[in-house]
Nanobody, 114 residues
Framework: QVQFVESGGGLVQPGGSLRLSCVAS????????MGWYRQARGKQRELVAH???????YYADSVRGRFTISRDNAKNTVYLQMNSLKPEDTAVYYC????????WGQGTQVTVSS
């Protein structure tokens, strides 16, 4: 069974940091480009960052320079280090391969507010 389990979200003040984790199961994790997505209330889900199997990385303009994506293939885990958080980063964050495999997990809520 293909599954993605996100964790690490929470409430943080503007300028703060969080580190999200996502553990994948049921896939050959190392073979996939893994993405972090987010969906704010009332908005469409958007791709935040992705990392290929050989470590090439993409960031959306809105997070470049503040967020860092990484992966540990031995642990089937992809991470998203988020620094200098802004209120507009508030969203539910999800991970998933860029290809159409598996279903969306429950995500992890990130709320940036003073």
């Amino acid at each position: 069974q293909v599954q993605f389990v996100e964790s690490g979200g929470g409430l943080v003040q503007p300028g703060g940091s969080l580190r999200l984790s996502c553990v994948a199961s049921g896939i050959i994790f190392s073979a996939y480009t893994m993405g972090w997505y987010r969906q704010a209330r009332g908005k469409q889900r958007e791709l935040v960052a992705h990392i290929t199997s050989n470590g090439n990385i993409y960031y959306a303009d809105s997070v470049r320079g503040r967020f860092t994506i990484s992966r540990d293939n031995a642990k089937n885990t992809v991470y998203l280090q988020m620094n200098s958080l802004k209120p507009e980063d508030t969203a539910v964050y999800y991970c998933k391969p860029l290809t159409a495999i598996g279903s969306w997990g429950q995500g992890t809520q990130v709320t940036v507010s003073s």
